[in-house]
């Protein structure tokens, strides 16, 4: 298992498969499932020692957003993109994929948050 140590960054190119086609690496394309699917990834990771990127990390993706939006304390995930999306799933997961390309991008600074 720790083979997967040589494809460095994993986690985005997992979330890059399951942009293109969810329903293929989900049950159904949805955010919550993506969460499921994100924390099972996670334990995965933490459980085979395997470091393949920060995404999870106090500098990740999580910790960008919540400061991005303002946010103190999540318990989930999905519920702000929910929130946005007037409840609508597919709509948030969809959201969820436009945070990680600005994320990715680099766009973690305080001047460009709302770009």
């Known amino acids: 298992m720790n ?8 986690t985005n190119i997992i979330l ?15 955010i919550s499932t ?14 085979n020692s395997l470091k393949t990127d920060a995404f999870f990390g106090e500098n990740g993706f999580t910790n960008w957003f919540m400061k991005l ?17 007037d409840n609508n799933e597919q709509k948030a997961l ?3 994929f436009e945070y990680v390309e ?6 973690n600074k305080l001047n460009e948050i709302n770009d």
Do not use: H, V, W
Request: overall charge neutral; hydrophobic content about 35%.
């Open 3 to 10: 083979d997967l140590k040589e494809y460095g960054n994993l």
């Open 94 to 96: 969809e959201l969820y």
């Open 34 to 47: 993506l969460n499921t699917f994100l924390l099972g990834y996670q334990m995965a990771e933490n459980m």
């Open 69 to 85: 939006k303002g946010i103190e304390l999540l318990n989930s995930i999905e519920t702000p993109f929910l929130e946005e999306c």
């Open 16 to 30: 890059d498969l399951i942009r293109k086609r969810p329903s293929m690496y989900l049950r159904d394309a949805k």
């Open 102 to 107: 600005k994320y990715r991008a680099g766009k």
